[in-house]
């Protein structure tokens, strides 16, 4: 930590998916906002969110006031749930037996499209060239445990950031194989989201589904194991392509919606590990594939965020502008 920097601007910010928790301490030093004493645990290990962040704040290199979570779920007046995981926040409940004067919620797309902006050009690999349209919508998305998804609307005080669940709209396959594999994720799931085929969880219900129509006996693998078989398993591969291919089509879907001629931004744990996959596959084909409205796409840059911290650093920069706004 910067021995300059009082405790009392230091704040705990936290990005909480499905799967891991990532906890940070974050401080403005030199009009730039930095992150220290970095801590993750893995969501299994712990009953709830109130053992976890115990965990964390006793490991704290000092006390601390305020923090500011970012979950993979709607927030709602102060309250949410982990969508895929068993986990509650009540702010003010959660801060009161943590000792906290001010704990915020918010999800954690809207952090990712708040830190999208405050990540520098080197952190950005290109997946589509593109020219990016002044005074347009962003939209940020990726895959992690779920699907996850953010607007930045430009306006006269700087970027707002819409958070939505457009991972949850429903799936539209795209060819006879998607839609076969439709069918058959309705008989096991009911309603299909693009979360449930785009996705961590997604890449396992489509590689168990698969192997279901091609006959094999049932088995389970977690989505590094079927991303990394890619290379030597027909049946992985096949379920990889399916992926990149329904979240390309989920990103141009998006992208339509917002008029994000601005550029689309993507992030989550899952794509960075999987440059070399997601350039090789259709994932721009389908992006751009809109019928009439493809030109409207053609020129939106397409770039991927290398940042692993962004959601750490938006959490940190939405809490500061939140105690500004109520100051």
């Known amino acids: 930590m910067t021995p300059s920097a009082s405790n009392g601007s230091a704040i705990l910010v936290?990005?909480?998916?499905?799967?891991?928790?990532?906890?940070?301490?974050?401080?403005?030093?030199?009009?730039?906002?930095?992150l220290d004493a970095r801590q993750s645990l893995k969501v299994a290990d712990f009953s709830d969110a109130t053992q976890a962040l115990e965990a964390v704040l006793a490991c704290s290199p000092a006390p601390l006031e305020r923090a500011c979570l970012a979950v993979a779920g709607p927030v709602r007046d102060g309250v949410a749930r982990l969508t895929n995981a068993d986990w509650s926040?009540?702010?003010?409940?959660?801060?009161?037996q943590l000792g906290l004067r001010r704990l915020r919620l918010v999800n954690d797309f809207e952090a990712q499209a708040r830190g999208?902006?405050?990540?520098?050009?080197?952190?950005l690999l290109e997946i589509a060239p593109g020219l990016a349209a002044p005074a347009s919508p962003i939209i940020v998305l990726g895959p992690g445990t779920g699907?996850?998804?953010a607007a930045?609307?430009?306006?006269?005080?700087?970027?707002?950031?819409?958070?939505?669940?457009g991972g949850h709209?429903?799936?539209a396959p795209a060819d006879d194989g998607e839609a076969e594999i439709l069918s058959s994720l309705r008989r096991t799931h009911g309603y299909v989201s693009f979360e449930t085929v785009a996705s961590g969880m997604g890449l396992e219900n489509v590689w168990t589904c698969l192997r279901q129509l091609a006959g094999f006996p049932q088995e389970t693998a977690d989505a590094a194991t079927i991303a990394a078989a890619a290379a030597?398993?027909?049946?992985?591969?096949?379920?990889?392509?399916?992926?990149?291919s329904a979240l390309g089509t989920f990103a141009g879907d998006m992208a339509l919606a917002f008029g994000a001629r601005g550029g689309v931004l993507l992030s989550g744990g899952i794509l960075p590990k999987q440059v070399r996959a997601l350039t090789a596959s259709r994932f721009l084909a389908?992006?751009?594939?809109?019928?009439?409205?493809?030109?409207?796409?053609?020129?939106?840059?397409?770039?991927?965020?290398?940042?692993?911290?962004?959601?750490?650093?938006?959490?940190?920069a939405l809490a500061e502008e939140m105690a500004h706004a109520q100051d």
């Not at 770039?303 to 959490?315: F, N, S, Y």
Request: charged content about 20%.
């Open 14 to 34: 936290g990005d909480i998916g499905g799967t891991h928790a990532r906890f940070a301490i974050a401080r403005r030093v030199n009009n730039q906002l930095e």
């Open 89 to 96: 926040f009540d702010a003010a409940q959660l801060g009161q």
């Open 116 to 123: 999208a902006v405050m990540v520098p050009d080197e952190d």
């Open 147 to 149: 699907l996850g998804l």
């Open 152 to 165: 930045l609307i430009p306006g006269q005080q700087g970027w707002r950031v819409v958070p939505g669940e």
């Open 169 to 171: 709209v429903a799936f």
């Open 232 to 244: 030597r398993d027909p049946l992985a591969e096949r379920a990889l392509a399916v992926f990149f």
């Open 286 to 316: 389908r992006f751009r594939s809109r019928g009439p409205m493809s030109g409207f796409l053609s020129n939106v840059p397409v770039k991927l965020i290398l940042h692993g911290e962004t959601a750490l650093l938006g959490a940190a």
